[in-house]
């Protein structure tokens, strides 16, 4: 249900790895974006955020093993 959820939102939606690759985006994302779906995947997320999440979720990891 959550896949059907995320492909159908009204908000562009990307998965990113700990890389900062996308490895999934839902449709909107690419209709906000004007690129296919093949085009945003595996591509890296210029997202000016991404090193504050990727260390919160580094912080965080080891607290919830």
């Known amino acids: 249900r959550l896949a059907v959820t995320r492909e159908h939102a009204t908000v562009g939606i990307a998965e990113i790895d700990a890389e900062g ?30 090193k504050l999440m990727t260390a919160v979720t580094t912080e965080i990891t080891p607290v919830l093993a």
Do not use: D, F, Q, Y
């Not at 994302?29 to 000016?48: H, M, N, Q, S, V």
């Open 21 to 50: 690759r996308r490895m999934r985006v839902n449709a909107t994302a690419c209709a906000i974006t004007g690129r296919t779906r093949e085009e945003l995947l595996g591509a890296a997320a210029k997202c000016p955020i991404h």
